[in-house]
């Protein structure tokens, strides 16, 4: 079955350095592949996406590139700020089956501590 | 605006009863899923539905149920026979089309077993 797997965290960096979070996933099929990000108190919000192989999402300086050779999609980030800390989770969502339906499938979150 | 609204932020409920968590959407979409989000755990899949008045279960069904009777609602119970449910319960919706689906979260409900 679809799953994804990433990294164990907590993760702890200084501000201004370089984040890397990795993701690896498991599907049959196309998938679709997301970031979510949980700030402290507060729901899920969409961070980026990526929709086929080799497309790169990008938002609020992250990234991550859909690899589908490696079937993986790392975040990213040059250079982090304290308002980074957040709990962040990989995503897929596999297309419509006919007469089925689809759910996303969500890895077990990775929490950011930045530290000023 | 358009969004996903659930309610209430938190809720407290007494061991052996049952209580309705509130989930509804304006952004006309057909699918919806209840997740549950527990300390250090990822999100996991309690129930989902594709259309009105269909569901299915998820990963974790046991101890919950919910209705779908309209569009915009999806009503999650947790019951009595949830035996650990003090934890987040996260409401979502999403389009059922080709291509991406990306999927739009409430702001969450804390249940608390006292």
């Known amino acids: 079955g679809n799953s994804v797997t990433q990294m164990e965290g907590p993760v702890t960096l200084s501000e201004e350095a370089f984040l890397t979070i990795n993701c690896t996933y498991t599907?049959?099929?196309?998938?679709?592949l997301f970031w979510y990000v949980q700030y402290p108190g507060e729901g899920l919000q969409l961070l980026l996406k990526?929709?086929?192989?080799?497309d790169k999402g990008s938002n609020k300086g992250f990234e991550a590139t859909y690899r589908k050779e490696t079937t993986s999609f790392h975040l990213e980030k040059g250079s982090v700020q304290v308002s980074d800390s957040a709990v962040y989770f990989c995503?897929?969502?596999?297309?419509?089956?006919?007469?089925?339906?689809?759910?996303?499938?969500f890895g077990a979150g990775t929490r950011l501590f930045v530290k000023a | 605006d358009g969004g996903i609204t659930q309610s209430p932020k938190y809720l407290f409920r007494k061991e052996g009863q049952n209580v309705t968590l509130s989930c509804e959407q304006n952004?006309?979409?057909?699918?919806m899923y209840w997740y549950r989000q527990d300390p250090g755990q990822g999100l996991r899949l309690i129930y989902y539905?594709?259309?009105?008045?269909?569901?299915q279960k998820g990963d974790i069904a046991e101890g919950y149920s919910v209705s779908r009777e309209k569009k915009e609602s999806f009503p999650l119970t947790v019951t009595s026979a949830q035996k650990n449910p003090t934890a987040f319960y996260l409401c979502?919706?999403?389009?059922?089309?080709?291509?991406?689906?990306?999927?739009?979260f409430g702001q969450g409900t804390r249940l608390t077993v006292v």
């Open positions: 952004l006309n979409h057909d699918a």
């Open positions: 979502a919706s999403s389009i059922t089309g080709t291509g991406s689906v990306r999927a739009f």
């Open positions: 539905s594709q259309i009105v008045n269909d569901f």
């Open positions: 990526a929709t086929k192989a080799d």
């Open positions: 995503a897929l969502s596999n297309p419509p089956r006919p007469g089925g339906g689809f759910k996303t499938i």
């Open positions: 599907a049959t099929g196309y998938p679709s």
